[in-house]
């Protein structure tokens, strides 16, 4: 399976997930911001935040429209965003066009109910899911 990550905090969120899934024998692109290629490249697609990384791939940019994940065959794909609670509280989910996106993940409870004041997933058929973060202790 081919895995391409989006992922601004490079690596410090996501370098555990990388090294499992690549001794799983999946490939995976790492970028640190919206690259098309990527989204064109992977199986799966995650944006490890709900800001501009994802918003550009809902909209596009004036300069290069083609960028715009609706002009794209996402049928094959599986879409996640991991949405941040800085996110949650500047309101980032409402620029995100979440028909888009298959699952998105919450940190927490309390920002999963921040967000849906704004957002019915149910209207989108957005899956959602609660994954605390976790921490290696292997590496302290």
């Given at each position: 399976?081919?895995?391409?990550?989006?992922?601004?905090?490079?690596?410090k969120f996501t370098e555990d997930m990388t090294?499992?899934?690549?001794?799983?024998?999946?490939?995976?692109?790492?970028?640190?911001?919206?690259?098309?290629?990527?989204?064109?490249?992977?199986d799966v697609v995650w944006f490890d935040t709900c800001d501009?990384?994802?918003?550009?791939?809902?909209?596009?940019?004036?300069?290069?429209?083609?960028?715009?994940?609706?002009?794209?065959?996402?049928?094959?794909?599986?879409?996640?965003?991991?949405?941040?609670?800085?996110?949650?509280?500047?309101?980032?989910?409402?620029?995100?066009?979440?028909?888009?996106?298959?699952?998105?993940?919450?940190?927490?409870?309390?920002?999963?109910?921040?967000?849906?004041?704004?957002?019915?997933?149910?209207?989108?058929?957005?899956?959602?899911?609660?994954?605390?973060?976790?921490?290696?202790?292997?590496?302290?």
């Amino acid at each position: 399976m081919n895995i391409s990550i989006m992922d601004p905090n490079m690596p410090k969120f996501t370098e555990d997930m990388t090294n499992w899934w690549t001794n799983e024998g999946h490939f995976v692109w790492r970028q640190r911001y919206y690259n098309p290629e990527l989204v064109r490249q992977g199986d799966v697609v995650w944006f490890d935040t709900c800001d501009n990384t994802l918003k550009v791939g809902c909209e596009g940019l004036p300069e290069h429209p083609d960028w715009d994940m609706h002009k794209m065959d996402l049928s094959k794909k599986q879409i996640i965003c991991r949405v941040l609670d800085i996110e949650a509280w500047l309101g980032h989910h409402r620029d995100i066009d979440w028909n888009l996106v298959d699952d998105v993940i919450f940190l927490a409870p309390h920002i999963k109910e921040i967000v849906e004041k704004d957002i019915n997933f149910t209207e989108t058929n957005t899956r959602t899911h609660i994954v605390p973060p976790g921490v290696n202790m292997d590496k302290f």
